[in-house]
Structure formats: structure tokens, C-alpha cells
């Protein structure tokens, strides 16, 4: 699958900014309400913003050392998916408005954490640095730069498939943050 590089990077930076907007959104609720999981085994609005935490601790340093080391060298217009990097975005972007459901790594889930608002801050402040690095993926070959995973070391993916498949994953945890509060009978 092929893209214009310019119009991924704005689309991306658009999603990155209607879900920091989303998160600021969940912060007149109480604690309690950030904090009620639906169903046992199910997480709460804080648990889902945590989730994206921790991935946006592990990918957001990888995904700017990736851009640093790239910065003057060949751009091109067009970003290249590869099969396994556009299979993993897909695969993270809800359809309709649904979620298909996955498995989460153990590291990665913060079930039952104790949690507070503050979540939510440090949510918003990742989805600031995204949109940074976008803005300076601009100047870089979104193709032939390479990020690790958080999966495997063995893999690495091409650095559009990454802001691809870290932004469509948090729009799917943005997604259930809000299926919780509609749950709670809220809106946010």
C-alpha cells in the first residue's frame, strides 16, 4: 500500500490532536468515574489511558532516535507499507467503530493499578511529543527508516507503519475509554 507522505503525516497529526483533545474530555470526571471498570477483567478509563503509557514510553523515544538518525538524508514524497507494518496498523484501527478484541502483554497491562488523573496528563503531554516528531518526520524517508518494536527485537518496521500502528492503537483506546463512560451513563 502506497501513500503521499505529507498527507499521512497530516492525517496523523490530526488523529494525535482529537485525542489529546479526547483526554481532556475525561478530566472533569471524578475518580471514581476514571476508575470503574465495567465489567472484572475489564479496564477503566485510567487503565486504558496507563496502557497507552506504556507503550508511549517504549515507542516515542525509539520512534525520535529513529528520526534523528535519518534527519539530511534522502526524503521521499511516497511512504511504501510493508506487508507486516500496514497488517500490525490495521489490525490496531477500529472499523466502524468497532474494537476487535486482543491479547496484552503482560508488561503492558495495568490492570488494577493504582491510578489517578494524572494519567490523563501524561496521556496529553505523549500525544504533544507525537505530534513534534510528525511534524519533524516531514523531512524524513518514512520508508526506509526503521524503528524497533515492543514485541520483538528480531523485527523492525518501516517508520510510517510505526506512527500508523502507535496512533490507530491509541484511537482504539480512545474508542473504549469512551465506551466505559457510556457504560457509566456519561458523556465526556
Known sequence: MQFNSKELIEELITITEQAADAARKFKHLTTEQLNYRPAPGKWSILEC????????????????????????????????SGIMGNYFANMMRPKQGQIKKMGTPKDKNPIHAELSVTVID????????????LRMARVVDLTRTKTAISLTKLLKLRLGDTFRFVIYHVERHILQAENVLTTQGLTA
Not at 122 to 133: A, G, H, N, V, Y
Request: zero cysteines.
Open 49 to 80: 489511558f496507563e496502557h497507552l503509557n506504556l507503550y508511549g514510553d517504549f515507542y516515542l523515544p525509539e520512534i525520535e532516535k529513529s528520526i534523528l538518525a535519518q534527519q539530511n538524508k534522502t526524503y521521499s514524497p511516497v511512504f511504501k
Open 122 to 133: 501524561r496521556f496529553i503531554k505523549q500525544q504533544e511529543r507525537m505530534i513534534s516528531l
